[in-house]
């Protein structure tokens, strides 16, 4: 009896292999809820706005940066800071430095309840939680954009006030910044030429048309086709086509604690040296193109086979 028992006991107990209905049915309940714009894909403007619905996520410029300088700098730096940029209010490198690692740091964090979670063996039961995840985790990287952004000179992103708001320039914005993040070529040169824009003047009407329809346009849309490829290859190539799936291999290594610092350290790299960010700034021939181009409404033409990321050249950092 106790023979049969231990027998028992030892037997594994092979999970059944899904058929294929309840694969595409667990595929498109995953593309309906993170499908925002209704056009039956996912792409990386619908994790944008699902993530900036999300509290928490949208940033408000001057209450960070009150909150980051005030225990070491008077009111009227502050002001000027928030007025200008903190380079322009004498804040000193080192600390903008130091409170952009921290916020690296934090952000990274908060990361790690998701990657957890991400890790664990789910089945296809498991499918419901892969969007919340996603939006989750693309609501830290947003979120720590924007702090970079604003202490390295950037303006307040969308509308003033409580909650961004969500236009066509907001979202392109950020789609520029995850280029950065995700060592995409060109994007770098972009961000550049938009903190060269900014900081010699140029009208933001014009900034908005090059963002939407003009300089930066085309560049955006390279970015956002080649994430909506490489979004749509992590989700479903490794969770879709295994017998016995695992959140963990949805993601892949695309979405993971450990490259959430390396992304956001690209940004911080690309940012720290801009001619809002550094005095000493010396202006690059193509951040001269970018200006140009943006003051004269033309276009600066980009394919999405010409902006590989560094991450699909190196594919561990």
């Not at 231990?6 to 092979?14: G, L, Q, R, W, Y």
């Not at 990657?115 to 989750?136: C, E, F, N, Y």
């Amino acid at each position: 009896m106790a023979k049969s028992k231990k027998a028992k006991s030892n037997k594994k107990i092979i999970p059944k292999k899904p058929d294929q209905l309840s694969i595409e049915k667990a595929k498109d309940s995953v593309i309906k809820a993170l499908d925002k714009n209704g056009d039956g894909q996912i792409e990386i403007d619908d994790i944008i706005l699902l993530a900036l619905d999300t509290p928490g996520v949208s940033i408000n410029r001057e209450l960070f940066l009150r909150k980051e300088f005030y225990q070491k700098y008077p009111e009227e730096v502050i002001k000027k800071a928030i007025d200008t940029t903190p380079a322009q209010a004498g804040i000193d490198v080192k600390d903008i430095d130091k409170i952009a690692d921290e916020v690296i740091k934090f952000e990274r964090t908060c990361v790690s309840g998701i990657s957890t979670a991400l890790g664990v063996p789910g089945g296809w039961a498991m499918a419901a939680t892969i969007p919340a995840d996603i939006v989750q985790y693309y609501g830290y990287t947003l979120r720590a954009a924007q702090k970079l952004m604003y202490l390295y000179g950037f303006p307040q992103i969308g509308a003033e006030g409580e909650n961004i708001y969500i236009d066509s320039q907001t979202t392109n914005q950020l789609i520029l910044c995850l280029g950065v993040m995700n060592g995409v070529a060109g994007a770098n040169n972009a961000i550049k030429g938009m903190a060269k824009a900014l900081s010699v003047g140029v009208e933001k009407k014009l900034l908005n048309a090059a963002l939407t329809k003009g300089t930066f346009y085309p560049m955006v849309k390279a970015i956002s086709k080649w994430f909506g490829i490489r979004m749509t290859k992590s989700i479903f190539a490794g969770f879709f086509k295994k017998a016995i799936p695992v959140v963990g291999g949805v993601i892949g290594g695309s979405i993971t604690f450990f490259s959430f610092k390396p992304c956001c350290t690209r940004l911080q790299n690309a940012l720290q040296d801009t001619m809002l960010s550094n005095p000493n700034h010396k202006s690059t021939t193509e951040e001269d193109e970018f200006v140009d181009s943006i003051t004269n409404g033309t276009v600066i033409e980009v394919d999405v086979d010409d902006i590989i990321s560094d991450d699909e050249v190196i594919e561990n950092e």
